[in-house]
């Protein structure tokens, strides 16, 4: 695809003998905000871990701006402009909101010296309403504040391509709100952003277009209201979704 950010050819992730991605080909083009979606234990985790180089792809290729990084490891791609944020929260507990920040901005190389380095974490830490916390242990955040601390951290390393991997789950209806606040500002600002959601209220307000795993394959598509409409999607995710619902799950 010309324009392309990120090519995924034939990409698959094995674990033991089960294939949590399954051949997934598809692009990203540059400034595009793309949607992941998919029921759990779909792949869409192992999908960022296989593009980040945590968990390397077992088989097929990917290539960042025109350079192959299957085979590199997680540190590099971070180096070239890759980041993203954990499901699961995870800071640095003992470390404050700053040098949780600032440790991001080492790792992947975007800041020369440490001076540096905190120059930038605090330009991230304002930039995601964060600021006020910089000096306060990251355990002391609510939940929310967590998941703007994972945002304020993998922006400190500069990225080109920023993956979201459910930044909103657990999040009150304003803090949703304030969360896609932000991510329309990083793409404002010319990130590219592939965004792992299962709230479809965000899916639907921030994707130009969706694409869907099942069993860690791609299963779908295209523009999202089209995607969101289509049998084979409605039957592997929606349905399953709205069944558990009824079922009493939480959804
Ligand atoms: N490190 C691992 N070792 C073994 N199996 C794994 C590992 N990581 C993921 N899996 C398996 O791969 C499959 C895909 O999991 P993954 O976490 O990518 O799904 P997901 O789409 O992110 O789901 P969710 O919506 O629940 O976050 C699951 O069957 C999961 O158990
Ligand atoms: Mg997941």
Same mark, same amino acid.
């Given at each position: 695809?010309?324009? #392309?950010l990120l +090519?995924?050819? %034939?990409v698959?992730?094995?674990f !033991?003998?089960? &294939?949590?991605?399954?051949g997934? /080909?598809?692009?990203? #083009?540059?400034? +595009?905000?793309? %949607?992941?979606?998919g029921p759990? !234990?779909?792949g &869409?985790?192992t999908?960022?871990? /296989?593009?980040?180089?945590?968990?390397?792809?077992?088989? %097929?290729?990917?290539?960042f701006? !025109?350079r192959?990084?299957?085979?590199?490891?997680?540190?590099?791609?971070?180096g070239?402009?890759?980041?993203?944020?954990f499901?699961?929260?995870?800071p640095?507990p003992?470390?404050t909101?700053?040098?949780?920040v600032t440790?991001g901005?080492l790792?992947?190389?975007?800041?020369?010296?440490?001076k540096?380095?905190?120059?930038?974490?605090?330009?991230?830490?304002?930039?995601?309403?964060?600021a006020?916390?910089?000096?306060?242990?990251a355990?002391?955040?609510?939940?929310a504040?967590?998941?703007?601390?994972e945002?304020?951290?993998?922006?400190?390393?500069?990225?080109?391509?920023?993956m979201?991997?459910?930044?909103n789950?657990?999040?009150?209806s304003?803090?949703?709100?304030?969360?896609?606040?932000?991510?329309?500002?990083?793409?404002?600002s010319g990130?590219?952003?592939?965004?792992?959601?299962?709230?479809m209220?965000?899916?639907l307000?921030v994707?130009q277009?969706?694409i869907v795993?099942h069993?860690?394959?791609?299963?779908?598509?295209?523009?999202?209201?089209?995607?969101?409409?289509?049998?084979?999607?409605?039957?592997a995710?929606?349905?399953s979704r709205?069944?558990?619902?009824?079922?009493?799950?939480?959804?």
């Amino acid at each position: 695809m010309r324009g #392309a950010l990120l +090519e995924l050819e %034939g990409v698959e992730r094995r674990f !033991g003998g089960l &294939k949590a991605v399954d051949g997934v /080909t598809v692009s990203i #083009a540059r400034g +595009e905000i793309i %949607g992941l979606i998919g029921p759990n !234990g779909a792949g &869409k985790t192992t999908l960022i871990n /296989t593009i980040t180089g945590v968990h390397p792809a077992t088989a %097929g290729r990917i290539v960042f701006e !025109g350079r192959d990084i299957t085979r590199l490891k997680p540190h590099v791609i971070a180096g070239l402009g890759l980041a993203r944020t954990f499901q699961i929260v995870q800071p640095f507990p003992a470390m404050t909101v700053l040098e949780n920040v600032t440790a991001g901005a080492l790792f992947a190389g975007g800041a020369p010296t440490m001076k540096a380095a905190q120059e930038a974490a605090m330009e991230r830490l304002e930039f995601t309403g964060l600021a006020a916390h910089a000096s306060k242990p990251a355990s002391t955040l609510t939940l929310a504040q967590r998941k703007r601390l994972e945002l304020a951290k993998s922006l400190a390393m500069k990225p080109r391509l920023l993956m979201l991997d459910e930044v909103n789950a657990g999040l009150n209806s304003s803090e949703v709100d304030d969360a896609l606040d932000i991510i329309r500002r990083i793409a404002a600002s010319g990130v590219t952003i592939l965004v792992v959601e299962h709230l479809m209220k965000v899916v639907l307000s921030v994707s130009q277009r969706i694409i869907v795993l099942h069993h860690g394959q791609l299963i779908a598509e295209g523009e999202p209201k089209a995607v969101l409409s289509s049998p084979a999607v409605i039957e592997a995710y929606l349905g399953s979704r709205y069944a558990d619902r009824i079922a009493g799950g939480a959804g």
